[in-house]
């Protein structure tokens, strides 16, 4: 029933052709109108100017203005002629505060570079966005395409044999691993449900609009094949040490099956560097985030504080559970990740039960918008569409992550003495985490309006999915049970990102 690994090696060509057809399919979905105009910068870096140079106002195909270190306290409300610059660079001018909050009004679009911090942030994104471009996305998408005809569809005919073996039907007691295929699935999901299904398809719809979700879907459905092959290999080139012990992941299969210990120790390396950003702090952010929603008194200035009081919990109470290994940390997977699971589901089919009748609409929008621009978010026709495709693809992998590298160390414990069964099990995972959940949360902030120029400014990831889930037991229940909503996300969050 399941076909032999393939040898990418040996299928290098097919690979490619694969990948090629892609581009030609997600070029004419972006179509022809991707059209951008010569980007006009100006350095005035570094000149000692006191005064915002009043030639620069007349400048309106400006995209970018470096004003960097020079002594410019006000800014003249005029450069909302500007309505093309991209960036705008003052660091190290003792701009007023008063400036730099009407700067918000007068540039809502412009990136705002004030200090040190706001030019990492900027130039982080940039990078971001560069590495998740139209490479990234043949390289993912492509490869879960061509596992998917290359191992016959295994999404569908495995899918029943999946849930058998989560539900412990066919397990043995004398298989070799520490843990149970439900507690590895727990394990791995525990990483993606909250932040990547609440937080980050909010973060898809607000930046790429609902169109964004439909790529989520697509990376879901090619990503399963992806997480199958990967997790299988994960679990035929473990290792299993004389005290019981598992040792397992992509590093091990580099290193065993491909022979390259090199890339091996470099994916290793980048992998414990990723785990602090992906793995920690964008949970970390979400729960922050989700708490302010849900409790709105954390949101006055004087309780600024409370973040670092919720970091420091949440590395006492990690540091707790990571301290008895692989079984306690899979453990407490397998019940905090069900339990909250049922809880936020139920909450979302509350309001789209409630909501019945705009559903397919909603599903009419999200595809709509997946082929065709949405001008809030984009302005240029090919670039909305590249956006969708973009973030939808960034997200989707963030949900499921499927081609990232880190399920397969958490499968690679599994006991089992058929690496094929774990990699059924994980294939599981791309359909809960963004087919079923990520839909419901997706078709919540649809239906309740919160995206494109309905969305409140500055509302994106958990704050988003926190205020939508409010709207939508406000519109159920009364205004008097809207908090519930929030308190949900807010609460579910800060458990499944522990």
């Not at 290792?239 to 580099?254: A, K």
């Not at 039960?353 to 302005?379: C, D, H, M, R």
């Not at 294939?427 to 079923?436: K, R």
Request: charged share 15%.
């Amino acid at each position: 029933m399941i076909p032999s690994f393939i040898d990418l090696r040996g299928d290098m060509k097919k690979l490619i052709l694969t990948m090629f057809i892609l581009i030609a399919i997600l070029l004419s979905a972006c179509g022809s109108k991707n059209e951008t105009k010569q980007t006009t910068s100006l350095d005035l870096a570094g000149q000692k100017l006191k005064d915002f140079p009043a030639r620069i106002l007349q400048l309106t195909d400006l995209k970018e203005l470096n004003l960097k270190d020079n002594e410019i306290s006000h800014i003249p409300s005029e450069i909302q002629r500007l309505t093309g610059l991209k960036v705008l660079d003052l660091r190290g001018n003792p701009v007023s505060e008063k400036d730099k909050e009407q700067l918000k009004k007068w540039l809502p679009n412009t990136k705002r570079l004030f200090t040190w911090l706001d030019w990492f942030t900027y130039i982080t994104r940039q990078i971001a966005d560069a590495l998740w471009g139209m490479p990234s996305i043949i390289i993912l998408v492509g490869t879960g395409l061509y596992l998917t005809v290359r191992f016959k569809f295994i999404q569908g005919r495995g899918f029943k044999h999946a849930i058998e073996l989560v539900t412990g039907k066919h397990d043995e007691k004398d298989d070799p691993g520490e843990v149970s295929h439900f507690q590895a699935l727990s394990t791995a999901l525990s990483a993606t449900v909250g932040t990547g299904n609440i937080a980050g398809v909010a973060t898809a719809i607000a930046v790429g609009g609902p169109g964004a979700v439909f790529w989520m879907w697509i990376t879901a459905l090619v990503g399963m094949a992806t997480k199958y092959a990967s997790c299988t290999l994960a679990l035929k080139y473990r290792d299993i040490h004389p005290d019981g012990q598992i040792s397992g992941g992509p590093m091990y299969t580099i290193q065993k099956a491909l022979n390259m210990p090199i890339l091996a120790y470099l994916f290793a390396g980048l992998a414990l560097i990723a785990s602090f950003g992906i793995g920690n702090m964008v949970q970390a952010n979400s729960v922050v985030d989700g708490l302010k929603m849900a409790i709105p008194i954390l949101s006055d200035p004087e309780m600024a504080s409370y973040k670092y009081y919720v970091g420091g919990f949440l590395a006492f109470a990690v540091g707790l559970v990571i301290i008895g290994g692989a079984k306690r940390i899979a453990r407490v997977a397998s019940y905090i990740v069900p339990f909250m699971a049922v809880i936020y589901c139920g909450a979302a089919l509350i309001i789209l039960i409630a909501n019945v009748s705009e559903i397919p609409e909603a599903f009419k929008t999200i595809f709509y918008l997946a082929f065709n621009p949405l001008p809030a978010v984009g302005g240029v026709a090919g670039i909305a569409v590249t956006t969708a495709i973009q973030k939808g693809v960034a997200r989707g992998v963030f949900s499921n992550e499927a081609g990232l590298g880190s399920a397969p160390m958490a499968h690679a414990m599994a006991k089992t003495k058929e690496p094929v069964r774990e990699g059924l099990v994980a294939m599981l995972e791309p359909f809960i985490d963004t087919i079923v959940i990520c839909t419901m949360t997706a078709l919540v902030i649809v239906i309740v309006g919160v995206w494109g120029a309905n969305k409140p400014e500055g509302l994106t990831g958990s704050a988003l999915s926190a205020y939508s889930f409010k709207l939508g037991f406000s519109g159920v229940f009364g205004n008097e049970f809207a908090h519930i909503g929030a308190w949900i996300v807010g609460i579910g969050l800060a458990f499944f990102a522990y």
